[in-house]
C-alpha cells in the first residue's frame, strides 16, 4: 500500500521528494477542490437522511407530495424520466443523421464552421432556452396539439431536445471522426460505396463513443432546471402514458421549492433526498459516459 | 432499388437533416436579433428598470451580472491554479490518485447545477451565515465553474512540449523555478482560456442563483458583500414568468439578447486565446 502510494508523485531532480513552500500551497489548493466535490456529495447525503428515516422507501415510491404532512417523490422521478427520454427519442435521429453528414461528407473547412457553431451553441444560456420556449413552443404545442395548456412533459422533453442537440451531434461527430483512416481505405478497398463504409465500418466501430455522446446528453438533460421549469407545467402528479400533460420533474421541483423551504426543516430534507437522487444518477450517467468516450478515442 | 439508389436516398436525407438543424439553430439566433432589438431605446443599457422592471433599462441588473460573475473567477482561480499545477507537477503522470482526481472534475462538470445552489446555499447562507447575497452567489459560482477552469488549465500544461522541461531541468531549475519561468509563461494563453470560458459559465447560469444570491426587485446596487446583487439571468426569469403581458416579454427579449452577446463574446475571446494557444505549442 505504502508502495503504491509513493509512487502517486513525482520525484524531484535529486530523487527526493523535498516540496517547497509552494508545493504544499497547491497541495492545500487541491484539498479545497477534494473537499468541494466531495463535500457536495456527503452534503446531500447527510441531509437527507431525516427524510428517508420518516418516509422509508416511500420517498421514491409514494405519490403525494403533501408539505408538512407526506414527501413522496414518484411524481418528479416519473416526470424527469419521461422528459429525459423524449429529448433522447427526438434528439437521436436528428444528431446522428447530422454527425454523419458532417463527418463523412462535409469539406473540412464547413465542417470546422459546423462544429464551431454547434460548441457556441452548448454554451447559451438555460434561460435564453426556457425565454424561447414559453414565448413560442408552449402556444405552438397548445395550437398545433389543441391542448388547453401548453405547458406540458412533451414540451419540456422538445424544448430539452433541442438544448441538448449541439452536445449530441459534436460529440457524437468527434466519435465518427476518431475510426482510424485505414478503416475508410479498407473499406474502400473492398468496394463499398461511402453509406455501405458508414453503415457496416464507421458507425459500428464508433459505438462506444456514441454510446458516451448520449450518456452525457443525457446527463444535460436530466440536471437542467430553468428552461423545463418555465415550460412543464409544475403539477406534481405521476402522468402514466400521457405525455401532454403537465408534470414535473426533480430539477424543477427544486428551482420551485428551494425558496421556501430555505435550510430546515423535513421539507428541505425532502428537496435534498431529491436532490441527492439527481446526483447519483447524473453522476454514474457521467462516469459511464466518459468511460466509452475514452475508449472510443483511443 | 439497387444500392446507388439507397445511397442517394439516404444521402439526400441526413444532408436534409443537417440544413433542419442548421435552419433551426439560425433561426433562434435571428428570434432573438428580431425580438431582443425593438427593446433597445436610447439607454436601454444605462437607465434603472422601472415599474417592476416593466419599463426603463437594465443597467443594474447588467452590473449585476458582471460582478457576480467576476467575484465567482477571483474565488476560483487560486484554487483551479494551484490544484491543477499539484495534479501536473507534483503528482506522478499515470498514478491513481490523479486518476481520481480527474474523475471527479468530470463528475463536477456535469453536476446540476440547481444542486450547487441547493448545497451552497446550505452551507455558506445557513451555517456560515451569509444569507441570500453577493458572496453566498460568487462562492456557488465559484465551485460551479471550477471544473470548466480546471479542464482548460490541465490542457494548456498538458499541451506544453516535454523539451521545454527538459530544458529547464538542464538549467538546473528547482520545481519552483520550473512553474514560475517557464510553465507559467507559456501557458498563459490557456489560462486566459479557462478564465474567459468560466467567465461565460457562470455569465449564463440561472439556477444556482436565483434563491442564493438575487432578489428581484427594490435593489439597486449591492452596498456590500452581504447583499443580494441584481442579475440579468434572474431579470429574464421573472419577466419571462409573466409571458402573457407585451410589455414584460419585450424588456425580457432585450434581457436576454445582452445576456447572450455577453456571453458568445465572451466563449469567442476564449477561442481567439485558445487558438493561439495551439500555435505556440507547435513552433
Not at chain 1, 442537440?165 to 463499398?192: I, K, M, N, Q, Y
Not at chain 2, 477571483?74 to 506522478?92: D, R
Not at chain 2, 463574446?265 to 476564449?270: E, G, H
Amino acid at each position: 500500500m505504502k508502495v503504491a502510494l509513493e509512487n502517486d508523485f513525482r520525484r524531484g531532480l535529486s530523487g527526493t521528494r523535498n516540496w517547497d513552500l509552494v508545493g504544499w500551497v497547491f497541495a492545500v489548493m487541491n484539498l479545497i477542490f477534494l473537499i468541494c466535490a466531495v463535500g457536495l456529495g456527503c452534503f446531500l447525503l447527510v441531509e437527507s437522511v431525516p427524510v428517508v428515516r420518516s418516509e422509508g422507501l416511500g420517498f421514491w415510491l409514494g405519490e403525494n407530495w403533501w408539505v408538512g404532512e407526506t414527501f413522496g417523490a414518484l411524481p418528479m422521478i416519473c416526470g424527469s424520466l419521461i422528459v429525459t427520454g423524449l429529448a433522447v427519442i427526438l434528439v437521436l435521429p436528428v444528431a446522428l443523421s447530422g454527425a454523419l453528414f458532417t463527418s463523412e461528407y462535409l469539406l473540412p473547412s464547413f465542417r470546422r464552421r459546423v462544429k464551431g457553431v454547434m460548441e457556441l451553441l452548448a454554451g447559451v444560456p438555460g434561460i435564453i432556452y426556457g425565454l424561447l420556449g414559453v414565448s413560442f413552443l408552449t402556444v405552438g404545442i397548445k395550437d398545433v396539439l389543441n391542448l388547453l395548456d401548453g405547458n406540458t412533459l412533451f414540451t419540456a422533453g422538445c424544448l430539452l431536445a433541442i438544448m441538448i442537440l449541439p452536445t449530441v451531434l459534436t460529440l457524437s461527430e468527434d466519435a465518427l471522426r476518431s475510426v482510424p483512416a485505414e478503416f475508410h481505405e479498407a473499406a474502400e478497398g473492398l468496394g463499398l460505396t461511402k453509406l455501405q463504409t458508414a453503415w457496416r465500418v464507421v458507425l459500428p466501430q464508433s459505438l462506444p463513443g456514441i454510446a458516451g455522446a448520449i450518456l452525457l446528453g443525457v446527463g444535460r438533460a436530466m440536471g437542467e432546471t430553468i428552461a423545463v421549469m418555465l415550460v412543464v407545467g409544475s403539477l406534481d402528479r405521476v402522468p402514466g402514458f400521457n405525455f401532454f400533460v403537465s408534470g414535473q420533474t426533480i430539477p424543477s421541483k427544486l428551482g420551485r421549492e428551494a425558496a421556501e423551504a430555505l435550510g430546515s426543516g423535513l421539507h428541505w430534507s425532502a428537496l435534498m433526498g431529491l436532490g441527492l437522487t439527481l446526483f447519483l444518477v447524473v453522476a454514474i450517467l457521467t462516469f459511464c459516459g466518459n468511460i466509452f468516450i475514452r475508449r472510443s478515442s483511443q | 432499388m439497387n444500392a446507388i439508389a439507397v445511397e442517394k436516398v439516404v444521402l439526400a436525407f441526413i444532408g436534409a437533416v443537417t440544413f433542419f438543424i442548421v435552419v433551426l439553430l439560425v433561426f433562434i439566433l435571428g428570434i432573438m436579433f428580431v425580438k431582443g432589438l425593438p427593446a433597445f431605446h436610447a439607454g436601454f443599457l444605462f437607465e434603472e428598470s422601472r415599474d417592476f422592471g416593466h419599463s426603463g433599462g437594465i443597467f443594474y441588473q447588467a452590473v449585476g451580472t458582471l460582478i457576480l460573475m467576476a467575484t465567482a473567477v477571483l474565488w476560483s482561480l487560486p484554487v483551479a491554479l494551484g490544484s491543477v499545477l499539484f495534479q501536473t507537477e507534483y503528482l506522478s503522470r499515470s498514478g491513481k490518485f490523479k486518476n481520481f482526481l480527474t474523475q471527479l472534475t468530470y463528475i463536477l462538470n456535469a453536476t446540476p447545477t440547481i444542486l450547487f445552489g441547493l448545497v451552497g446555499y446550505l452551507f455558506f447562507g445557513v451555517y456560515l451565515d451569509k444569507g441570500v447575497s453577493w458572496v453566498t452567489g460568487s462562492l456557488i459560482l465559484a465551485v460551479m465553474i471550477l471544473p470548466t477552469l480546471q479542464v482548460s488549465f490541465r490542457e494548456a500544461v498538458e499541451a506544453l512540449p516535454e523539451k521545454y522541461r527538459e530544458a529547464g531541468m538542464a538549467l538546473g531549475f528547482s520545481r519552483l523555478s520550473q512553474i514560475r519561468r517557464i510553465i507559467l509563461p507559456q501557458c498563459f494563453y490557456g489560462m486566459v482560456t479557462g478564465v474567459l470560458l468560466g467567465l461565460a459559465r457562470a455569465a449564463g447560469e440561472t439556477a444556482a442563483i436565483m434563491f442564493t444570491a438575487t432578489t428581484f426587485s427594490g435593489i439597486q446596487w449591492p452596498q456590500s458583500f452581504s447583499d443580494p446583487v441584481p442579475t440579468l439571468q434572474t431579470h429574464i426569469l421573472v419577466l419571462a414568468q409573466e409571458a402573457a403581458n407585451p410589455e414584460s416579454i419585450a424588456q425580457a427579449w432585450g434581457a436576454g439578447l445582452v445576456l447572450l452577446g455577453l456571453v458568445f463574446i465572451l466563449t469567442l475571446t476564449a477561442w481567439a486565446f485558445r487558438t493561439r494557444m495551439v500555435m505556440e505549442s507547435e513552433q
